[in-house]
């Protein structure tokens, strides 16, 4: 599907010279002299590289058209993780670097939406916030005002973020999985 290149959005993806590509950042600029451009900074989902375009407003660029379908995380082994679709009972196998850190946040049964691309699985989109237990944090440090400080937290499955003070090991907080960042304790 052609799109203009002032409709691109962080997240989308592109084909273009022959590869898919993922766009990381966006910025749209209108120069005073000279016609609006679109910078897009896009990185390859089958090579792993990053490129650096700027596209004029009048162009066009094809949007991928990708299916998305409904799954759930069963389990994971070293290399790959395994889910099940709830309506065909068929299951599917990604590989590990296809999610990356936010594999960490997955847990049994938790339903996630999987796009494909010519039938082969290219992203995965966990739920906007999941609960997560504090493993371990940092005592907090009496005259620190509560707006400006955070400290240092790991979370039971690995991943390191930032709570406020009030927050100690044991307790449930809930995460935002698009930038793994702290929304609230639970």
């Known amino acids: 599907m052609k799109i203009n290149a002032s409709e691109i959005r962080v997240g989308m993806l592109l084909e273009y010279k022959n590869d898919l590509w993922q766009v990381l950042k966006t910025q749209h600029v209108k120069p005073g002299k000279g016609g609006a451009f679109a910078q897009i900074e896009m990185k390859s989902v089958n090579k792993n590289t990053k490129l650096n375009e700027r596209f004029r407003s009048s162009e066009t660029v094809e949007k991928a058209s990708l299916e998305e379908t409904s799954f759930n ?84 499955n690995g991943l390191n973020i930032l709570v406020p003070p009030f927050i100690e090991s044991g307790d449930n907080v809930i995460i935002d999985t698009r930038n793994l960042e702290y929304v609230k304790k639970v």
Do not use: H, R, W
């Open 73 to 156: 995380f069963l389990y994971d082994d070293e290399s790959k993780y395994f889910f099940m679709n709830p309506k065909s009972f068929e299951q599917i196998e990604i590989k590990k670097e296809v999610i990356g850190e936010k594999g960490k946040l997955l847990t049994e049964n938790l339903g996630v939406i999987i796009s494909f691309y010519n039938e082969s699985p290219i992203a995965v989109e966990l739920p906007n916030q999941v609960t997560c237990e504090i493993k371990s944090t940092d005592a907090a440090l009496k005259g620190q005002t509560v707006s400006s400080s955070y400290k240092p937290a790991i979370l039971i």
